[in-house]
């Protein structure tokens, strides 16, 4: 599977938009993107995923450029509740998704 | 859906001792996953499961470890003897497609 990279951490105001990136640039055509995202002393959460179309839910949207080395996690108003370890991974193999280190975001009112 | 349960949510044990951890996946789910998070090493991929049948124990440390699927709705997951560099949260995820359902994991302390 084709190894992320993301910085490892970063701020956000409360209710502006928050933007993660996460370069990937030895994606292969099949590799799909993923986001999850962890919130302390719970489990990894779905946020989206996408191959190579932009990709919007009720979470947030992804951006995928179209050479697909890298990507972009937009949550649109960030809440306190937001302040977690988002990681982005890139899925070949159906069942295996490999954990990086993350972004490590913190809101801050 | 009450999502996926692991119990216990805590478990503090001694050097030597055996420990099981339990999982309940969402029902309908065919994958069943079980992760070790450390700070050292980040969340790691110990077995998967599809349709109760293990496909991948790579992950597993060393033969300490072992993980059964028994029936759709149950899965443990064994360590015997126990050891401190075991001290970790253990989670247990499942999934039918493309989405990991994760639960809330087992904090296990080996003193």
């Known amino acids: 599977d084709a190894k992320t990279t993301q910085p490892p951490s970063m701020d956000c105001a409360e209710g502006r938009a928050a933007n993660l990136p996460c370069n990937h640039s030895?994606?292969?055509?099949?590799?799909?993107v993923y986001w999850y995202r962890q919130i302390h002393s719970q489990g990894p959460q779905y946020i989206i995923h996408g191959l190579k179309n932009n990709e919007t839910n009720e979470m947030a949207s992804l951006i995928i450029t179209e050479d697909r080395k890298s990507s972009t996690l937009i949550l649109p108003h960030a809440t306190l509740r937001d302040t977690a370890v988002y990681y982005c991974i890139v899925r070949g193999q159906v069942y295996k998704l490999s954990f990086g280190a993350g972004t490590t975001v913190t809101v801050r009112a | 859906d009450a999502g996926v349960i692991q119990s216990p949510r805590h478990e503090v044990t001694e050097m030597g001792q055996e420990v099981t951890l339990r999982c309940k996946p969402i029902s309908g789910h065919n994958s069943l996953f079980w992760y070790r998070q450390t700070m050292m090493r980040g969340l790691e991929l110990l077995i998967y499961?599809?349709?109760?049948?293990?496909?991948?124990d790579s992950g597993m440390p060393e033969d300490r470890f072992s993980a059964k699927m028994p029936n759709a709705s149950f899965s443990t997951l064994k360590i015997q003897p126990s050891e401190p560099r075991d001290s970790a949260v253990y989670f247990c995820a499942s999934s039918l497609r493309e989405k990991l359902f994760f639960g809330s994991g087992t904090q296990l302390s080996v003193l």
């Open positions: 499961f599809n349709n109760n049948v293990p496909i991948d």
């Open positions: 030895t994606i292969s055509g099949n590799e799909y």
